[in-house]
């Protein structure tokens, strides 16, 4: 059986190395960001465009422009997601790694996003049916309305939350497919990750509160230092599923 032990970090560790690296080299990340929340905020003022009114042609275009939009800006958040793994495996912050993921990678970038916009309508689908065509303008109505869309974007949240390290694993193996994405994705969380993950990302809540207050300026600070965090999870969370199969087959030997 094999000694080698890689270190678990803790999420106070991680958290500690991004603001190490994010020291003096700001800029670069938070320019990522003002691109990232335009485009996102570009994306979801399209998708409020396409609310036109409240029969089935209205709702089955509403879905169709959700699954759509949400698609292609996976593009934008696999790119993201491309330039702070690069970020901190990597000495120089070059904002052209946003865009190298384009190229062969594409389809299954598409795919994963599709199927991420699938799981994410199905969930907010009670409260799209209510909203559409049984909510009126009451107060018990729009409480009803607004629990149901806060229940399903708790659940998206979480889902998100355990698939997290799949445009990680889309921008380290480019050419591999979506089956074996979801397969490698699924095989690096488990109930002990999720949780650590989870907490993780709690974390940041005060500070994108902070962020919010500061008219979205502290945003740009808040954003790169969080994606810069999740990035070190990513990068720890690959060394200790290595070592684990290590350590495996030697024990089998």
Request: one cysteine or more; charged letters at 10%; proline letters at 3%.
């Amino acid at each position: 059986m094999s000694d080698a032990v890689v270190k678990t970090r803790s999420n106070k560790e991680i958290r500690s190395y991004a603001r190490e690296r994010l020291l003096g080299n700001m800029f670069i990340p938070c320019m990522i960001t003002l691109f990232f929340f335009t485009v996102k905020n570009t994306f979801e003022l399209l998708m409020q465009l396409g609310v036109i009114g409240s029969d089935m042609l209205s709702f089955i275009f509403y879905v169709f422009l959700f699954i759509t939009v949400n698609s292609v800006f996976g593009l934008i958040r696999c790119g993201i997601t491309r330039f702070f793994l690069s970020f901190v495996t990597s000495k120089k912050a070059n904002p052209l790694n946003a865009f190298t993921i384009f190229g062969s990678s594409t389809e299954v970038i598409i795919s994963a996003s599709f199927m991420l916009s699938i799981i994410s309508i199905l969930v907010q689908m009670p409260y799209l049916v209510y909203s559409f065509f049984f909510a009126d303008n009451t107060v018990q109505s729009l409480l009803i309305a607004l629990i149901m869309m806060l229940a399903g974007n708790i659940v998206i949240f979480l889902i998100d939350t355990y698939l997290f390290p799949i445009y990680f694993v889309i921008c380290d193996y480019p050419d591999m497919r979506l089956p074996m994405v979801l397969i490698m994705t699924l095989s690096l969380m488990n109930k002990k990750q999720f949780f650590k993950y989870l907490s993780l990302q709690i974390s940041f809540i005060p500070m994108y509160f902070l962020g919010f207050i500061t008219l979205g300026i502290g945003l740009l600070w808040v954003v790169p230092y969080a994606y810069t965090s999740y990035a070190y999870f990513y990068e720890n969370l690959c060394e200790e599923y290595l070592q684990n199969q290590v350590n495996s087959q030697d024990s089998s030997i």
